[in-house]
């Protein structure tokens, strides 16, 4: 039954900040998956005895991927495959699964908040045992891989049917069919006062989480309405559909507008929250407030001895470095350890392995700790759940006592799509040349520090990583400079603002940053090189 079947090389599978991601219509090109998974096998290499867990967000082709998943992985020799119930799992809870299996690795099917469908995106992130994704030293020789592939080996056999848990025999190879959804609930219970959070829906506290059609609806059911009691309704769009019914399922002001529209309204919940497809992102949101996930870690880490999982301490703390600074002065209090590593979720793993950070998170709406290997969208909530519980606060008491606590730092991320790649290749090479004679000089009042690439070395393998650029004022101001590593077509440039107040708390950050906006734009030249004066998306 194993065929091996001849292929030509795609040049395009070199994996970007969370593994490959490409339009729908690229993926279905013959061959693109095979190509792509064959070279993961060839540079795993050895796969007797080796198990791997596979899922994803339901989008558009992940059944069909699953199958061709299913089919290579026994013709390449693969032990064994743990699969979530019609091959649904969310990253976070592959990211356990593999972990709680001592699993080798996993595969999710995703492109995580970007729209799915036929004409949307599709992606595939590779884990390893760590249970988070590959560092770029093994996405490098994977793509090196593509690029000579010259055959693949699959298993001629008919699809296997994933609608029912339980183990069967496949061309050789063992399937177990898993409830996704069980393990992720225990380990939440495992991590935080449910019977606490149980009163605190009993006392008619009220909450909106919108799945996003995407693949935490699931979960969030089970969780927040079954076993909690939230009221029934609390969860909307839970039913996880190929196109997301239409959704960008990405959790921020912008795309999770109905939500955002409901929680400003007059009737809005106590609480509100989004996931994004795969369920690792989250946005929180009190009665007509919002939470920027830059505060949003600063406050968890701050409130890290009201959750049971963390009662004893934590090790330490984490961002990349385009996340605002406000969890560095929270690190600084609790004399916590404190990183900054570039963007990407894969640059914590290290530090969670080495027991440096317990807790970690990004201004792109991802927030986790290192009870897995992913960012954690429900974690987050359960989170923010336990401090209204224990404070009976709401989420803009929690926030503005902070600011009082630790000052504000005002954030706002400018997203320039679909610029030409090589235009915004220069762009980001002549910026970086022109940033040393930047030192010293005074833009409307602000002068700058230090400017420069950010560079990352990895305490733990020694591994160099230069992700950006930024631009440091002396009054504790930053502008960074990034491209998107996951789009699937053109280049996005990232322009990310920070102004930090001691005492003026409570301010509109786009006023707040109007200034260092301007310096921004005439520094990099982004609206004469663009032409575009301004910016596509803004969170
Ligand atoms: C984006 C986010 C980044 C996140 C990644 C995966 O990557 O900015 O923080 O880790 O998605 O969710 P980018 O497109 O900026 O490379
Ligand atoms: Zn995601």
Same mark, same amino acid.
């Given at each position: 039954?194993?065929?091996?079947?001849?292929?030509?090389?795609?040049?395009?599978?070199?994996?970007?900040?969370?593994?490959?991601?490409?339009?729908?219509?690229?993926?279905?090109?013959?061959?693109?998956?095979?190509?792509?998974?064959?070279?993961?096998?060839?540079?795993?290499?050895?796969?007797?005895?080796?198990?791997?867990?596979?899922?994803?967000?339901?989008?558009?082709?992940?059944?069909?991927?699953?199958?061709?998943?299913?089919?290579?992985?026994?013709?390449?020799?693969?032990?064994?495959?743990?699969?979530?119930?019609?091959?649904?799992?969310?990253?976070?809870?592959?990211?356990?699964?593999?972990?709680?299996?001592?699993?080798?690795?996993?595969?999710?099917?995703?492109?995580?908040?970007?729209?799915?469908?036929?004409?949307?995106?599709?992606?595939?992130?590779?884990?390893?045992?760590?249970?988070?994704?590959?560092?770029?030293?093994?996405?490098?020789?994977?793509?090196?891989?593509?690029?000579?592939?010259?055959?693949?080996?699959?298993?001629?056999?008919?699809?296997?049917?994933?609608?029912?848990?339980?183990?069967?025999?496949?061309?050789?190879?063992?399937?177990?069919?898993?409830?996704?959804?069980? #393990?992720?609930? #225990?380990?939440m219970q495992n991590i935080f006062d449910f019977d606490a959070l149980k009163k605190l829906f009993?006392?008619?506290f009220?909450m909106?989480?919108?799945?996003?059609?995407? /693949?935490?609806?699931?979960?969030?059911?089970?969780i927040f309405?079954?076993?909690l009691?939230?009221?029934?309704?609390?969860?909307?769009?839970?039913?996880?559909?190929?196109?997301?019914?239409?959704?960008?399922?990405?959790?921020?002001?912008?795309?999770?507008?109905?939500?955002?529209?409901?929680?400003?309204?007059?009737?809005?919940?106590?609480f509100?929250a989004?996931?994004?497809?795969?369920?690792?992102?989250n946005?929180i949101?009190?009665?007509?407030?919002?939470?920027?996930?830059?505060?949003s870690?600063?406050i968890l880490t701050d409130n890290f001895s009201l959750i049971p999982a963390y009662k004893?301490?934590?090790?330490?703390?984490?961002?990349?470095?385009?996340?605002?600074?406000?969890?560095?002065?929270?690190?600084?209090?609790?004399?916590?350890?404190?990183?900054?590593?570039?963007?990407?979720?894969?640059?914590? /793993?290290?530090?969670?392995?080495?027991?440096?950070?317990?807790f970690?998170?990004?201004?792109?709406?991802?927030t986790?700790s290192?009870h897995?290997?992913?960012?954690d969208?429900i974690w987050a909530v359960l989170f923010w759940l336990s401090i209204i519980a224990a404070t009976g606060k709401?989420v803009?008491?929690i926030?503005?006592?902070?600011?009082?606590?630790?000052?504000?730092?005002?954030?706002?991320?400018?997203?320039?799509?679909?610029?030409?790649?090589?235009?915004?290749?220069?762009?980001?090479?002549?910026?970086?040349?022109?940033?040393?004679?930047?030192?010293?000089?005074?833009?409307?009042?602000?002068?700058?520090?230090?400017?420069?690439?950010?560079?990352?070395?990895?305490?733990?393998?020694?591994?160099?990583?230069?992700?950006?650029?930024?631009?440091?004022?002396?009054?504790?101001?930053?502008? /960074?400079?990034?491209?998107?590593?996951?789009?699937?077509?053109?280049?996005?440039?990232?322009?990310?603002?920070?102004?930090?107040?001691?005492?003026?708390?409570? #301010?509109?950050?786009?006023?707040?940053?109007?200034?260092?906006?301007?310096?921004?734009?005439?520094?990099?030249?982004?609206?004469?090189?663009?032409?575009?004066?301004?910016? #596509? /998306?803004?969170?």
């Open positions: 039954m194993i065929q091996t079947i001849a292929t030509t090389p795609y040049t395009d599978q070199k994996m970007g900040t969370a593994g490959l991601r490409r339009k729908s219509k690229v993926v279905l090109q013959p061959n693109y998956i095979e190509n792509f998974m064959q070279s993961i096998f060839n540079v795993i290499g050895n796969l007797r005895n080796k198990t791997f867990v596979v899922g994803g967000d339901g989008r558009f082709y992940n059944d069909k991927a699953i199958q061709k998943i299913i089919k290579m992985a026994a013709a390449n020799g693969v032990a064994k495959l743990i699969i979530g119930q019609n091959g649904f799992m969310s990253t976070p809870a592959g990211s356990n699964v593999i972990r709680k299996n001592k699993a080798d690795g996993g595969f999710i099917l995703s492109a995580s908040h970007n729209p799915g469908g036929e004409n949307g995106d599709f992606g595939i992130k590779y884990s390893n045992a760590s249970g988070g994704q590959i560092p770029s030293s093994v996405s490098d020789k994977i793509y090196q891989q593509t690029l000579s592939l010259k055959e693949y080996k699959i298993c001629d056999i008919p699809d296997i049917d994933l609608s029912k848990p339980g183990v069967q025999d496949v061309c050789g190879m063992k399937i177990e069919v898993i409830d996704p959804v069980k #393990d992720y609930v #225990d380990m009993q006392s008619g009220t909106r989480f919108d799945a996003m059609n995407a /693949v935490t609806g699931p979960y969030a059911l089970k309405e079954e076993i009691g939230a009221p029934k309704g609390s969860v909307v769009n839970a039913v996880p559909l190929q196109d997301f019914g239409g959704l960008h399922p990405d959790p921020n002001m912008v795309y999770a507008k109905e939500l955002v529209d409901f929680m400003y309204s007059e009737h809005a919940a106590d509100g989004a996931n994004d497809g795969d369920g690792d992102r946005m949101l009190g009665k007509k407030f919002f939470v920027t996930p830059s505060d870690l600063a004893s301490g934590i090790y330490g703390v984490a961002k990349s470095a385009a996340t605002s600074t406000a969890v560095k002065r929270v690190a600084e209090a609790h004399a916590i350890g404190y990183y900054e590593v570039p963007t990407g979720w894969k640059y914590f /793993v290290n530090l969670m392995d080495s027991k440096r950070i317990t970690c998170g990004e201004e792109s709406f991802g986790g290192s897995i290997r992913e960012k969208g709401s803009e008491q926030t503005r006592e902070h600011w009082q606590k630790y000052g504000r730092s005002y954030y706002v991320r400018f997203d320039f799509e679909g610029v030409d790649t090589d235009l915004a290749d220069k762009l980001m090479e002549d910026l970086e040349s022109k940033l040393p004679m930047l030192q010293g000089k005074t833009f409307s009042g602000y002068t700058v520090s230090d400017a420069g690439a950010f560079v990352y070395n990895d305490p733990v393998d020694g591994s160099s990583t230069k992700n950006g650029l930024i631009i440091r004022f002396t009054d504790g101001s930053r502008i /960074v400079y990034r491209l998107s590593g996951t789009g699937s077509s053109g280049a996005t440039i990232r322009v990310y603002l920070e102004r930090f107040s001691k005492t003026n708390l409570d #301010d509109d950050p786009l006023k707040m940053l109007t200034e260092i906006f301007k310096i921004a734009m005439s520094i990099s030249e982004i609206p004469e090189r663009t032409g575009k004066h301004q910016a #596509d /998306v803004i969170t």
